[in-house]
């Protein structure tokens, strides 16, 4: 296998080889955030680094039509065995595989840091209609929560290296669109709360792509079943609050 030019093309493609897991455990998001970034209009929407299809799922169940866009070939395969007929394409925030002002909006879950921003605002600007909207979601974990908090004690115990991710919930968030032809149009926040098992939350620790790829994977995952099966309740399930913070960018 021809390694990776840089460790993050190694975590941007992390994903597929658990798309099944990945796709079981991770959390979704919430209508209400779809409906306040979009509106109640039908709209043409791109999932760009749609994954699984999280997001696809929801926007098709409030009315949208949806292209799906991702690099990975199993990510994709997952989405089309939950949403049959949906139109997948491989293809990245780069160099999307859409018509020039096919769209009126394109949303990014938890993936606009994957991608070269400047590359991939050109882009946007290219396919999203002029009034239409970029959105930029991310789903972060409540810092006071106290499983998420031992879940960050283990990452830094085990794995110091790691600790600025860690502290950062995993995912860098620059929320920006670094193109002048898409305006600030406002930022929202909704609560969610995941409910897993134990063995499910060790999987949904297992897909983060920073501890995926750590040597110290097994340390960290054996401590966060200590934490987790303390914070077991009488269901047998854990509980852990999240946030999905969504900003919406409109084309001039
Ligand atoms: C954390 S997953 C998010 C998937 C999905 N949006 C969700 O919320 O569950 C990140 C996704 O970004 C994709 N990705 C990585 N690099 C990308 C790029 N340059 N352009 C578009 N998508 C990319 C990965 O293949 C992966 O499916």
């Not at 696809?56 to 990510?75: F, I, K, N």
């Not at 794995?159 to 991710?165: E, F, K």
């Not at 134990?198 to 297992?206: E, F």
Request: hydrophobic letters at 45%.
């Amino acid at each position: 296998m021809t390694p990776p030019a840089h460790p993050d093309d190694r975590q941007a493609t992390s994903f597929g080889a658990v798309a099944d897991d990945y796709d079981r455990v991770r959390p979704g998001y919430p209508a209400e955030v779809v409906r306040w970034a979009l509106g109640a209009r039908p709209l043409q929407t791109v999932d760009l680094g749609a994954g699984t299809g999280a997001l696809t799922r929801v926007l098709l169940a409030e009315g949208h039509s949806v292209v799906a866009v991702d690099p990975d070939e199993q990510m994709l395969a997952r989405l089309r065995a939950r949403s049959p007929g949906v139109t997948a394409l491989v293809g990245t925030g780069e160099a999307l595989p859409l018509p020039d002002a096919s769209a009126d909006a394109v949303l990014v879950a938890q993936a606009w840091h994957w991608m070269d921003p400047g590359a991939a605002s050109a882009e946007l600007v290219r396919v999203v209609r002029p009034g239409g909207a970029a959105v930029l979601l991310w789903t972060t974990r409540d810092p006071d929560d106290p499983l998420t908090a031992a879940v960050r004690q283990a990452v830094v115990r085990h794995a110091p290296d790691l600790a600025a991710r860690a502290q950062a919930d995993g995912s860098p968030r620059p929320a920006r669109v670094p193109d002048a032809r898409f305006r600030p149009d406002g930022t929202t926040r909704a609560d969610t709360t995941a409910v897993l098992s134990v063995a499910d939350l060790l999987t949904l620790v297992g897909t983060w792509s920073y501890v995926a790829l750590s040597p110290a994977r097994d340390a960290v995952l054996a401590e966060v079943a200590q934490a987790a099966r303390a914070a077991v309740g009488a269901d047998g399930t854990v509980r852990l609050s999240q946030h999905v913070e969504v900003h919406r960018f409109r084309r001039s």
